[in-house]
């Protein structure tokens, strides 16, 4: 990010599932703060094999509960698509859902919209699981199991046009997503991002692999920065972030939950470290990143560290972070979420951010796990670190909270953001309505709808102030879905009581207060030529609502027969008893009131249609002697200017005269809204919609109760227009989804083809463990000298990377039998020696001299040299001497070679 181009993006809305059944970020915070570890044994559903557990570090590990049941139906994928769809994908279509209603969106609403999606995810396993159990690839494995779908599904299902990449940096995955979306809404490419990352441990390759490197710790916990730190634990873990530019968010009074105020990125490229250790890069990018933050060493409070939990890794990051901090006046606080968790890899960024951000949030600062006494590795008398080991109170400054949040990737990638606590302003809250308000629930079924229902009978507001805001939440953040459920309450006694009645009731009974539509109806209003002017609750309406007030007005001076009138002049007359005297007035009065109720109706965020009786005598049983001319000027008066508002009204508003009802009201199911009780309409027998027919008049004193009506309708509402101005965005519980089990069948593992069984074994990792003398018998070995210099853990982690190019065990077909020992290597640096064996129904002479030339080559940083370039060669070079092939080498019996110096250094 160019320090000229960046502004601040704010964070305005999050969403998770991680260890320990945290779906919510609010469950996450209590997780923390209390200093919860959620790390548990594998669950028997993963895997069983004894082979696996035999050769890995550690049973403990953090996953995700119920990762086999989705809701497909809700994102409208079909049943069979949904069985090959990677659960990493359906967890990111979940939690985005939720990141968005977290933000107070309307998801339906960012149907076009130019938001972008940037999603870290790293490895993609389910189809590899289904093949396991025999399940065939179909149609949609491809595209179910493609990581670069992972963040296209996301803007296909919600329809967002902004930019849609996946980002595999590894552990730095989700952090170098939320930089790049931050990019990209300060390049314009998008007005709004989402921000993810996911990790799934679906085989036990990964385990097996790093157990073999020495990586996972084999107590199972993260003792980020700890003297007995042993390594890092696996885990799982999905997040989400809304971000938006924060001037936008500002502007639009969207909820704001932190500020990113800049970042960066980088690579340790050819250094001499290991490709995710590189110090000097790692110094580099959090200098960056505090550069174009406009921030210096002294502002930041708390370092989210990556503290992975590995000794050499946790050692390194205080290196590094002492070389950046050293010159600071005050303690620099750090932690390691991974210490709670463990590390979600390409889900890792998430949980550092939302932890940032709910300590931020809760001016606390919560307990770093497992660590106990210091590393000793790291001169913590001569560092400003200090490792917040137990919760505390977020240091008091005078300044915005700001921390540092750093990741890497085993791919060399470096990350850096900084979040800072927003302390701007609020514009003043409008007044609150008056009761009753209008509670609004949706979901996309029944079963979705139940368990919403029970989500917020659960998240009830307390105290009746908070009462009006939570109403009109669940009206403002919240899509309306076809199945949907409203009540009218007037205080919070009320809502607990109903929500609890209602929750008391069997599931049959409930139903009867849902109803669902397939569609949104056309509504039309419909304008009666019948005496059916209700003065008082027109009075009231006229006080109350501008809106209404101004329409009136309007149609007074549009009416040449009481242009000369007032409101209240024709309120007076019309208050009296009906004669054929003020008969007149009684008609422009009703026509006056008809028309100012419907342009309130579309004030408040309806769409409405008209409709007229233009067959019907204007008022005809109740004249007599009166002249007909009068009113049937009258009536062509009101029709003009009926035709001139819908002419500068919406382009889709039509004037439907009665004949025409038939023929174009029944393309969809219509509600007609008239001033006439108990009017009824001819339906044509030829549609198969439906008409239903609201009288208004016993509506007029509380229009709350017509918005419930029409909503339980299907109508879609415009509640922006109903309420004004957005409010502050009160944090409700989402939509709720209604999952099912979506998973390869298990039962068919048993009968899979013996081939595909065995391309799914699982190879064994390497063993340092010498094979038995006899087991030896006849086989091909060298023994090299190595010097005292020779860096024994480097050399443990390249042989193990041997086992990749040249599989250690040849698999047996049988399930019973022992797999055989292809290949042997080790060390004794006591003795200065490095043994290499080559068992011979694997190889003879020449491979191994092509197994010492790769380790070698790995060893001292030099490229791989071609296989057909040395297995024709008689004298192969072993930097700096040589060793000369003999035909001997081949049949060696118990012989061990002479003992060749090879002085291996890096």
């Known amino acids: ?127 590899a699981v289904g093949k396991q159990l025999g399940h065939e690839i179909g149609p949609f494995s491809a595209f179910g199991s493609a990581m670069s779908t992972a963040a296209g599904r996301i803007s296909y299902c919600f329809g967002l046009e902004g930019p849609a990449l996946a980002i595999d940096s590894a552990c730095a995955s989700s952090l170098a997503a939320v930089l790049q979306a931050a990019s990209a809404l300060n390049n314009h490419e998008c007005d709004l991002a989402l921000a993810g990352g996911v990790s799934l441990i679906l085989t ?96 930041i409070d708390f370092l989210e560290t990556h503290g992975s939990g590995s000794p050499q890794g946790d050692i390194q990051e205080g290196a590094v972070l002492n070389d950046v901090f050293s010159q600071r006046h005050s303690p620099l606080l750090i932690g390691s979420v991974k210490s709670n968790l463990g590390n979600m890899e390409a889900a890792a960024g998430m949980a550092s951010i939302m932890k940032v951000i709910l300590c931020i949030r809760h ?87 139940e368990n919403t229902l029970r989500s917020f009978t659960a998240n009830l507001p307390t105290t009746d102030s908070a009462l009006a805001a939570w109403c009109e939440a669940t009206n403002f953040q919240r899509s309306a879905y076809p199945v949907r459920f409203a009540s009218l309450v007037s205080n919070v006694e009320q809502l607990h009581r109903d929500f609890t009645r209602l929750n008391s009731l069997t599931p049959e009974a409930r139903q009867n207060h849902y109803q669902t539509s397939a569609c949104s109806p056309q509504i039309f209003f419909h304008f009666s030529f019948q005496p059916t002017a209700p003065a008082a609750e027109s009075k009231a309406l006229y006080d109350s ?50 028309f100012s109720l419907a342009s309130l109706l579309q004030t408040k965020g309806l769409a409405l249609d008209y409709l007229t009786d233009e067959k019907q005598p204007l008022f005809k049983k109740e004249r007599s002697n009166t002249d007909d001319v009068i009113f049937r000027t009258l009536r062509d008066e009101f029709i003009q200017l009926l035709s001139l508002s ?28 008239s001033s006439e009780l108990n009017k009824t309409f001819d339906v044509d027998k030829k549609s198969l919609s439906q008409i239903t027919v609201i009288a208004l008049l016993p509506l007029l004193n509380n229009l709350t109760e017509l918005w419930s009506l029409l909503f339980m309708a299907g109508v879609n509402i415009d509640w922006q227009l109903y309420h004004g101005n957005k409010s502050d965005t009160v944090l409700l519980p989402t939509t709720a989804f209604a999952r099912s089990h979506i998973w390869f069948d298990k039962s068919k593992a048993s009968t899979a083809s013996k081939s595909i069984a065995k391309e799914n074994q699982y190879p064994l990792c390497y063993t340092g463990q010498r094979p038995a003398a006899d087991e030896m018998r006849g086989w091909c070995h060298v023994t090299f000298r190595i010097l005292k210099e020779f860096d024994t853990q480097k050399a443990s982690l390249l042989i193990t990377a041997l ?62 040299p071609q296989t057909d370039q040395w297995m024709d060669t008689d004298e192969i070079t072993l930097y700096p001497l040589q060793l000369t092939r003999e035909p001997s080498l081949r049949s060696s019996d118990n012989k061990q070679f002479a003992s060749v110096g090879v002085p291996l250094q890096a």
């Open 1 to 127: 990010m160019n320090r000229k181009q960046y502004s601040p993006v704010a964070i305005t809305g999050m969403a998770c599932r991680f260890p320990d059944n945290i779906k919510m970020p609010e469950e996450l915070w209590n997780s923390l703060n209390v200093g919860h570890d959620p790390v548990d044994t594998i669950p028997t559903g993963r895997w069983t094999s004894q082979a696996v557990k035999n050769n890995i570090a550690t049973d403990q590990g953090g996953f995700i509960d119920d990762i086999e049941y989705f809701d497909a139906g809700f994102f409208d994928i079909s049943p069979s698509e949904a069985l090959e769809l990677e659960p990493q994908q359906r967890l990111l279509l979940e939690v985005s859902h939720e990141a968005f209603e977290n933000a107070g969106i309307r998801v339906k609403d960012l149907m076009g919209s130019k938001t972008g999606v940037y999603i870290g995810i790293s490895a993609s396993e389910y189809m």
């Open 204 to 299: 036990p390759d990964g385990y097996i692999s790093f157990s073999a490197l020495n990586m996972i710790s084999p107590s199972g916990r993260c003792r980020s920065f700890s003297a007995d730190a042993d390594g890092y634990v696996p885990s799982e873990g999905c997040g989400a972030i809304v971000l938006k530019r924060l001037d936008d968010a500002v502007k639009d009074n969207d909820p704001i939950l932190a500020v990113l105020k800049g970042g960066a990125l980088n690579n340790g490229g050819r250094s001499e470290y290991s490709p995710g250790g590189a110090p000097q890069a790692q110094v580099d990018v959090i200098r960056q990143a505090l550069s174009v933050s406009n921030l210096n060493y002294d502002d």
């Open 363 to 449: 001016q606390q600062l919560v307990p770093n796990l497992h660590f106990s006494t210091p590393a000793d590795k790291i001169d913590w008398n001569m560092t400003p670190l200090q490792v917040v080991s137990e919760a505390r109170d977020w240091p008091v400054t005078g300044r915005p909270k700001t921390a540092g949040i750093s990741g890497r990737g085993i791919n060399g990638t470096n990350a850096h953001l900084i979040l800072q606590e927003w302390t701007g302003s609020r514009p003043r809250q409008a007044i609150a309505p008056s009761p009753p308000y209008l509670v609004t629930l949706a979901a996309k079924s029944i079963s979705g709808l």
């Open 545 to 594: 609502y501008s809106d209404y007030r101004d329409a009136f007005k309007y149609v007074i001076s549009g009416l040449s027969v009481i242009r000369h009138m007032t409101f209240s002049q024709l309120y007076s007359v019309v208050n009296k008893v009906t004669t054929p005297e003020n008969l007149l007035s009684l008609a422009a009065f009703s026509l006056c009131h008809q």
């Open 646 to 673: 819908v002419k500068n009204g919406p382009a889709e508003q039509e004037l439907v005269a009665g004949a025409e009802m038939k023929l174009k009201a029944f393309d969809r199911p219509a509600i007609v809204l």
């Open 803 to 864: 086992t990749i190019r040249y599989p250690q065990y040849q698999l047996s077909d049988s399930d019973n039998a022992v797999n055989s020992l292809n290949w042997w290597m080790d060390y004794d640096l006591a003795e200065e020696k490095l043994l290499l064996a080559v068992n011979p129904s694997f190889g003879d002479e020449s491979t191994l001299i092509t197994l010492f030339q790769t380790f070698h080559a790995l060893y001292t940083g030099k490229s791989l």
